[in-house]
């Protein structure tokens, strides 16, 4: 007997996705829209975005998802507004998955730039907190939601090389740990994707600076080893874990490789 497939328990509501123009981001985007989830995508790049957008249209065809996008950085206020103002047009806004990072991998921690540190921080951190400032007062007052943050094992290390990601991702997590503490209503969860081909991995790999050997160290092995996932099988993860009711998630680290 075939095995009835059942709805995605975000099917027909409307999520925000950051980080979409690429990598995870991208392949949770199209894996989403496959399975009938509403989305605004966003990403720096408004060209890359259309592509993404493109894509999910193709993939989610039979599931009728409705994507858009709204390019720009989203550690500013106005560019969340505006990722929330088009969620509201789609209607039964759910909530976001904050996918979007920056590594600036290779120098030591005092040769960083402090535009590079702050960019790093920009990324990980601040849009996580204008997500929260501008999407919280909509789900607390339906008394329910979603709140997604990428972690990442780099947040419980030190690995010379990459310490702005590392200390980002400690505080990206922690702060999502604050908001599940003091919005318990809305479903807040770390999800931790693995190590993914993506153009960090690349970035790691041919990284320059004093630590750069350090770094490459760790990260070539991965890619000549054969260990590193598709940015498709680590999206699979995440949707699989919001497939049913994902109250039973909030508050947890969830990591791709233990689903």
């Known amino acids: 007997m075939t095995k009835t497939h059942e709805a995605h328990f975000f099917r027909g509501k409307t999520l925000l996705l950051t980080g979409a123009s690429m990598g995870i981001g991208r392949a949770l985007a199209v894996a989403l829209a496959r399975e009938g989830v509403n989305l605004v995508l966003n990403a720096r790049s408004g060209d890359l975005l259309r592509e993404t957008r493109e894509l999910c249209a193709q993939d989610g065809a039979a599931s009728r ?11 500013r206020a106005e560019t969340v507004a505006a990722m929330l103002a088009a969620a509201r047009a789609l209607g039964n806004f759910q ?95 770390i999800y931790r994707p693995g190590i993914v081909e993506t153009r960090m991995q690349v970035q790691a790999r041919e990284s320059r600076g004093g630590a750069a050997e350090q770094l490459q160290a760790v990260f070539r092995p991965w890619k000549e080893q054969g260990q590193l996932m598709t940015p498709e099988q680590s999206a699979a993860g995440l949707v699989r874990l919001l497939a049913t009711d994902p109250r039973r998630l909030h508050g947890g680290t969830w990591d791709v490789r233990n689903l």
């Open 65 to 75: 998802a409705v994507v858009d996008i709204v390019a720009g950085d989203a550690s």
């Open 95 to 189: 909530g976001f998955i904050h996918a979007a990072g920056l590594l600036h991998p290779g120098p030591y921690v005092w040769e960083l730039s402090a535009e590079d540190f702050q960019a790093v921080f920009a990324a990980n951190v601040l849009v996580g907190h204008q997500l929260i400032r501008c999407c919280l007062p909509d789900l607390l007052s339906r008394g329910e939601g979603l709140a997604v943050f990428f972690g990442s094992g780099a947040a419980a290390k030190t690995q010379p090389g990459i310490a702005a990601y590392c200390a980002a991702k400690a505080a990206e997590e922690h702060l999502a740990r604050q908001l599940a503490a003091e919005a318990p209503s809305v479903t807040t969860l």
